[in-house]
């Protein structure tokens, strides 16, 4: 069985807020929580690969950015630390998906759970997403906030489509992210992903991958191209951190059903770098 198709392992689920410990299924936010009412806070969602969260110190980075662009203080990194440390008490070596919450009431929530089990993400349909666009713009743009509605709304419009999930376009045109996954594809040999300069979120499995890649000895490139610019590409990928790397079939009218070698080489780099054996 390869690792990608490994069933999900058996987690107990724990929340962690404020500081205090308890089972995720009795955990609960007031519904007046600036969190609940108004989706107004970060967020963070951290793959666990045989009990060590992937990158901790970058998405700690990235929800202070998150926090800063949307006008709220970062948290108070040794209290948020010492919550993720209790999170993941008694987790041992299994897998699992790590999840921050700082929200505008000060509340800060930690999730330790089993990592989603998700279809499958072969066909994606290109959707509009105006509120990707250059930070000089939009200070917003890129941040994890907790204000997911427009992207899971870009995904439910692309499976009604008939497509799995969305591919996300800018107002300009340009091929962006999916609403909750990075996009890489690979045209003259070469692995091209948009530019986290588009407005896009800065992921962690997107700069894991290009450094994989860079390190394979591949050639890769970050830009601004429209949706045109995949004719000749050979393969499609999306990733994030509680994903492997995906080969994509079709996006929109382009179609991708050769063999995927960058893909699985990718995968395999990723997945090796994520279980410590890099
Ligand atoms: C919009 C969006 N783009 C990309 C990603 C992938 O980011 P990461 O690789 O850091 O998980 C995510 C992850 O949730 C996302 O929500």
Same mark, same amino acid.
């Given at each position: 069985?390869?690792?990608?198709?490994?069933?999900?392992?058996?987690?107990?689920?724990?929340?962690?807020?404020?500081?205090?410990?308890?089972?995720?299924?009795?955990?609960?936010?007031?519904? $007046?929580?600036?969190?609940?009412?108004?989706?107004?806070?970060?967020?963070?969602?951290?793959?666990?690969?045989?009990?060590?969260?992937?990158?901790?110190?970058?998405?700690?980075?990235?929800?202070?950015?998150?926090?800063?662009?949307?006008?709220?203080?970062?948290?108070?990194?040794?209290?948020?630390?010492?919550?993720?440390?209790?999170?993941?008490?008694?987790?041992?070596?299994?897998?699992?998906?790590?999840?921050?919450?700082?929200?505008?009431?000060?509340?800060?929530?930690?999730?330790?759970?089993?990592?989603?089990?998700?279809?499958?993400?072969?066909?994606?349909?290109?959707?509009?997403?105006?509120?990707?666009?250059?930070?000089?713009?939009?200070?917003?743009?890129?941040?994890?906030?907790?204000?997911?509605?427009?992207?899971?709304?870009?995904?439910?419009?692309?499976?009604?489509?008939?497509?799995?999930?969305?591919?996300?376009?800018?107002?300009?045109?340009?091929?962006?992210?999916?609403? $909750?996954?990075?996009?890489?594809?690979?045209?003259?040999?070469?692995?091209?992903?948009?530019?986290?300069?588009?407005?896009?979120?800065?992921?962690?499995?997107?700069?894991?991958?290009?450094?994989?890649?860079?390190?394979?000895?591949?050639?890769?490139?970050?830009?601004?191209?429209?949706?045109?610019?995949?004719?000749?590409?050979?393969?499609?990928?999306?990733?994030?951190?509680?994903?492997?790397?995906?080969?994509?079939?079709?996006?929109?009218?382009?179609?991708?059903?050769?063999?995927?070698? $960058?893909?699985?080489?990718?995968?395999?780099?990723?997945?090796?770098?994520?279980?410590?054996?890099?």
């Amino acid at each position: 069985m390869t690792p990608a198709s490994q069933p999900a392992q058996q987690v107990d689920a724990v929340a962690v807020i404020d500081g205090l410990r308890l089972p995720l299924a009795q955990a609960a936010l007031p519904l $007046t929580d600036d969190g609940v009412a108004r989706g107004d806070g970060a967020f963070e969602t951290i793959g666990v690969w045989g009990g060590r969260p992937f990158r901790l110190p970058d998405h700690l980075e990235r929800l202070g950015r998150s926090l800063e662009a949307i006008g709220l203080p970062r948290p108070d990194a040794a209290r948020l630390g010492g919550e993720i440390d209790l999170a993941l008490e008694g987790l041992g070596s299994r897998d699992a998906a790590l999840r921050l919450f700082v929200i505008a009431s000060g509340t800060r929530v930690v999730t330790v759970s089993a990592q989603p089990v998700r279809a499958a993400l072969r066909h994606l349909a290109p959707q509009p997403a105006p509120w990707i666009r250059p930070p000089a713009e939009y200070p917003a743009a890129g941040a994890k906030t907790m204000s997911y509605g427009p992207n899971m709304a870009a995904t439910r419009r692309a499976q009604r489509d008939g497509a799995d999930d969305a591919l996300l376009l800018s107002s300009a045109g340009h091929v962006c992210e999916g609403p $909750t996954f990075c996009v890489l594809w690979v045209r003259d040999g070469r692995l091209c992903t948009p530019a986290v300069e588009l407005g896009i979120v800065d992921s962690i499995s997107r700069r894991s991958l290009l450094q994989a890649a860079a390190e394979l000895g591949r050639d890769v490139e970050e830009g601004h191209w429209q949706l045109e610019d995949l004719e000749g590409a050979t393969e499609f990928i999306a990733c994030s951190s509680v994903r492997p790397v995906k080969a994509v079939r079709r996006v929109g009218a382009w179609r991708f059903d050769g063999p995927t070698p $960058t893909a699985d080489a990718l995968a395999a780099a990723l997945e090796a770098w994520r279980r410590g054996r890099r």
